[in-house]
């Protein structure tokens, strides 16, 4: 039986190859001087992204930052913007919105929206600093079923620190 799951028109390809250990995923280069994104060592889960321009981020600001690249990651897909730990640990730098979700579908540049947690040194990133990591990962798309009662749980309906340590206010 042919598998028809996969669509043939050239413009909704869902860009990659997967074989279960390595996907390939697309990558369009949209500034001169960028490599794609790569991982630092084998084994590593985060490839790197930089910055295509020079900022300052002022203490406790935000900046959003190109990396000249976009990608067509295949369909069941999804890319996540995670922080540096070493940004952070050194200079406070965090993305804000961590982990930015990329989707299968998006095929404009990665951008990463970095934010300043130092409250008095400003931090200053050149243009091909690495800022962030771009974890490839399969994702489920789930089916919402409405149902008028859920099954029981050892939890329950306890969340928010339920299990000790902390009290909400
Ligand atoms: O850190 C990020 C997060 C997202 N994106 C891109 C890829 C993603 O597919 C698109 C939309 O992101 P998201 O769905 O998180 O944004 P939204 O605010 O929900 O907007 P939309 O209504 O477009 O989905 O923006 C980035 O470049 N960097």
């Not at 042919?2 to 997967?18: K, N, Y």
């Not at 069941?76 to 299968?104: E, I, M, Q």
């Not at 029981?152 to 620190?161: A, D, E, N």
Request: hydrophobic share 35%; proline share 8%.
């Amino acid at each position: 039986m042919p598998d028809t799951s996969r669509s043939t028109h050239p413009d909704l390809h869902d860009g990659g190859r997967h074989d279960g250990s390595t996907v390939d995923v697309l990558v369009t280069l949209l500034d001169d001087g960028v490599q794609p994104p790569s991982y630092a060592h084998p084994g590593d889960a985060g490839a790197d992204l930089v910055t295509t321009v020079d900022v300052e981020i002022p203490p406790q600001g935000r900046v959003t930052v190109p990396t000249g690249v976009a990608i067509a990651l295949p369909d069941g897909y999804a890319a996540f913007v995670h922080p540096r730990s070493g940004l952070a640990a050194k200079h406070g730098v965090t993305v804000v919105n961590a982990p930015g979700t990329v989707d299968a579908g998006y095929r404009g540049e990665i951008k990463v929206i970095l934010a300043n947690t130092d409250t008095s040194t400003p931090v200053v990133l050149r243009r091909g600093d690495r800022v962030a990591q771009l974890v490839v990962q399969k994702v489920e798309r789930a089916r919402f079923v409405t149902a008028t009662s859920l099954p029981g749980s050892h939890r329950g309906s306890g969340g928010f620190g339920s299990s000790g340590g902390w009290t909400p206010a």
